[in-house]
T-cell receptor
Framework: GAGVSQTPSNKVTEKGKYVELRCDPI?????LYWYRQSLGQGPEFLIY????????DSGLPNDRFFAVRPEGSVSTLKIQRTERGDSAVYLC???????????????FGPGTRLTVT | LAKTTQPISMDSYEGQEVNITCSHN???????ITWYQQFPSQGPRFIIQ???TKVTNEVASLFIPADRKSSTLSLPRVSLSDTAVYYC????????????FGAGTRLFVKA
């Protein structure tokens, strides 16, 4: 079956503009995660969805970042008033479930490379 | 939140066994230990996960001592295609879902 897909693969935008990044998780995966990865660093957690709700958004850096998952499948990460420091690869991952005391395996998409000029 | 500590980089030659150790001193009783692999321009890929002692799959083995404060990922007979970054995941905050990757270990396999 299809894996996690992300669109666009590359996005170049000007400082101050608004961008949306899309993630299509694996069918049937109720858990969805967004990460941000800068060059030479590991992925940095942004937000976690269980179904339609954001169960943990503690990684969102500020209120310019927002994510939705209205029907419990596709998710959109939205960044307002982009800044040059937002330039990074944004990764999405999905899994069957995630419980506090259970194991999990996350399946990652290829990422969207965002460049803010 | 608790962090993990692992070597920044390692070099190896084809055919050798590679062991990457990760320290996770603050691991909680109910935390699993998970390792991911990442190639350039790709998202991370799950390798192996364990809770205690030893776990083996077709890709790697994971050794976890009794105190669970560290773990060792063992890659048998590496090839050039094993050149990648390997991440040991940090423990989750109890009741939370934040996944901590850390900087990872960059493994370079030479011919």
């Amino acid at each position: 079956g299809a894996g996690v897909s992300q669109t666009p693969s590359n996005k170049v935008t000007e400082k101050g503009k608004y961008v949306e990044l899309r993630c299509d998780p694996i069918s049937g995966h109720t858990a969805l995660y967004w990460y941000r990865q800068s060059l030479g660093q590991g992925p940095e957690f942004l937000i976690y969805f269980q179904g339609t709700g954001a169960a943990d958004d503690s990684g969102l850096p500020n209120d310019r970042f927002f994510a939705v998952r209205p029907e419990g499948s596709v998710s959109t990460l939205k960044i307002q008033r982009t800044e040059r420091g937002d330039s990074a690869v944004y990764l999405c991952a999905s899994s069957l479930r995630m419980r506090d005391n259970d194991s999990y395996e996350q399946y990652f998409g290829p990422g969207t490379r965002l460049t803010v000029t | 939140l608790a962090k993990t500590t692992q070597p920044i980089s390692m070099d190896s030659y084809e055919g050798q066994e590679v062991n990457i150790t990760c320290s996770h001193n603050n691991i909680a009783t109910n935390d699993y230990i998970t390792w991911y692999q990442q190639f350039p321009s790709q998202g991370p890929r799950f390798i192996i996960q364990g809770y205690k002692t030893k776990v083996t799959n077709e890709v790697a083995s994971l050794f976890i001592p009794a105190d669970r404060k560290s773990s060792t990922l063992s890659l048998p007979r590496v090839s050039l295609s094993d050149t990648a970054v390997y991440y040991c995941l940090g423990p989750k905050r109890r009741g939370g879902f934040k996944t901590i990757f850390g900087a990872g270990t960059r493994l370079f396999v030479k011919a």
